[in-house]
């Protein structure tokens, strides 16, 4: 009889932990039956506008199309052109979602106008290289060789500019060019055509021309290397647009066709 007992209370022992163990589970209170959903990503489609330093169409005319295959159903605009008139634009009303300048110099004209949805990131840096005709005719070794040929150099507000005169100075060179230019494929431009025999580039663009000219490094351009800084717009008309691009090109599939194109990590 003490042993019959025995058994019926144990056996209400374990109805009573089953029950409290069913209780747990349903309540929240151990393992989740029904664990909250993930939360949504947000919807990435339309066009997207960006607004890019002329340095950067090469590397982001492929960036876009990699860009639109990872996002279905969006398309990428771009509009190249030198940074400081492309930061001038935005600060005048011009539609775009995203901006990338060639210095933190023009980014800066968008952020004191708290025109950036964000703080700018650094992508990628970029360093000055001399570009001359194939076979380098004029024998061209260093900046001091550029006072007695004709050279072009972007304008001094655009990025690549602003390099070029801390290189000339601190290799001690007065130059005066045949032509300023608006952005830096004006200058290289102008070495295709013959119109000049020098001019001070990226040596992205020097890589990205290679079929028609070649390049000459200096030492000087350690001293003028340009940090690129990109940032979504605060009246992006497409914001998850913006917001996925830049993200996009701070990933590491962007950064090696990047480093590919001749940029380096920032």
């Not at 964000?118 to 001091?144: Q, S, Y």
């Not at 032509?179 to 990226?202: F, H, I, M, N, P």
Request: hydrophobic share 45%.
């Amino acid at each position: 009889m003490r042993s019959v007992r025995r058994l019926l209370a144990a056996s209400a022992v374990l109805a009573l932990a089953a029950g409290l163990t069913a209780c747990t589970s349903s309540s929240g209170g151990g393992a989740s039956v029904n664990p909250a959903p993930a939360p949504a990503r947000p919807e990435v489609k339309g066009t997207v506008t960006v607004f890019a330093a002329a340095s950067l169409k090469e590397s982001f005319t492929e960036l876009g199309k990699r860009f639109e295959a990872a996002y279905p159903g969006t398309t990428v605009t771009f509009n190249f052109g030198g940074s400081s008139s492309l930061a001038q634009s935005i600060v005048s009303g011009a539609p775009a979602d995203v901006f990338a300048a060639a210095s933190p110099a023009t980014m800066k004209t968008v952020t004191d106008a708290k025109l950036t949805g964000g703080d700018p990131t650094v992508f990628v840096r970029n360093t000055l290289e001399i570009a001359v005709a194939k076979g380098n005719p004029k024998h061209i070794t260093g900046l001091k060789d550029l006072s007695g040929v004709k050279t072009a150099l972007c304008a001094k507000e655009v990025p690549c500019g602003a390099a070029a005169v801390t290189a000339l100075k601190a290799a001690g060179v007065e130059l005066t060019p045949v032509t300023y230019e608006q952005d830096v494929k004006g200058a290289l431009t102008k070495v295709e055509l013959g119109e000049v025999d020098a001019s001070l580039v990226y040596q992205t663009d020097v890589k990205a021309d290679a079929a028609k000219i070649e390049g000459v490094n200096f030492p000087e351009a350690a001293q003028a290397v340009n940090d690129y800084p990109i940032a979504a717009l605060s009246k992006a008309p497409n914001t998850n647009g913006a917001a996925a691009f830049v993200g996009y090109i701070n990933s590491a599939d962007a950064r090696r066709v990047l480093t590919d194109a001749g940029f380096q990590a920032p």
